[in-house]
C-alpha cells in the first residue's frame, strides 16, 4: 500500500485545484469525504464561497464564529445570507467564563493596551471557539487571498495544517479583488454594507476601523499595532507546526 504523507498530499490537492473554477475546486473539495468546513467571517470573499455553496448545494458544513463583539451589520448579513440561500450557519460562541477570567484580568476592552491582552482575547473570543468547529474535521475551507496583505502573498490552495491535524484549502488564493467584486455583482451576492464605507476587512467592531485611500486592505485590523504581520491567530500556526504548500 502506498502511504502518502500529508504535506505530499496537500500539494498533489493544490496541483489539482489550481486548474478548477471556483466550483469546480469546491465540489472537487466536498467529494473528497470527511466532515469539510468553512468558516466565514461574512466578508467579501466568504460571501462568494458561501453563494457557490448554497447555490450548488455543497455538503459542506458552513460556519461562524460569533465572537460576542461583532458589527451588527455582520450579524445582520449572517440571517441574510441564510435566508437567501437556504442554508444554515452554525454559530460558535466563546465561553462565558473564559470572558469572564479575560475580563477579570485584562479589563473586557484591555486588547487595546497590550498584543498579549489582544492575543488572549482572540484567543477566548475566536481560537478556541474555531477549535469546536473544526473538531473532527478533515478538510477547512477559508476565504484567504494572496492580495488581501503581504502576510498573505503567499497563500497556496492547500496547505496541510500540522497543529490542526487537516488539510486547509483556499479556493480564492488566486483571485484578486476586482474578480470577486465583479462576482458579487453578477451574481447578486449579499454583502456587508461596511464595505462601501471604507472597510475592506471587517473583524470585531472594537478592533476593526475603515482604511484611507491608498491603505492596504488589512490596515484597519487592530490598528493600533505595530506589526506589520498582525492577524488574529487563525491563520497564523506555530511556526514550528505550519507547514505551508503553497498561497
Ligand atoms: S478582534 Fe478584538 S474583540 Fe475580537 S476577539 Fe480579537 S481582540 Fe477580541
Redesign the pocket.
Known sequence: MTVINPIEEAEALADKLSGLDLAGRLSFVAGLGGRVVFTTSLGIEDQVITAEIGTHRLPIDVVTLQ?G?LFKETLDLISETESQYDIHITRYEPEQADIDAYAAKYGMNG?YESVEA?HA??G???LKPLARALAGATIWITGLRRGQSANRAETPFAEYDAERHLLKVNPLADWDIDKIKAFVADNGVPINPLHARGYPSI??E???RAIKPGEPERAG??WWEQDEKRE?GLHVAEEAAAIAVQQ
Open positions: 465572537t463583539r486588547f489582544r482575547c482572540c477566548v473570543r475566536k473583524g470585531c472594537p478592533c476593526t485590523r487592530w488574529c
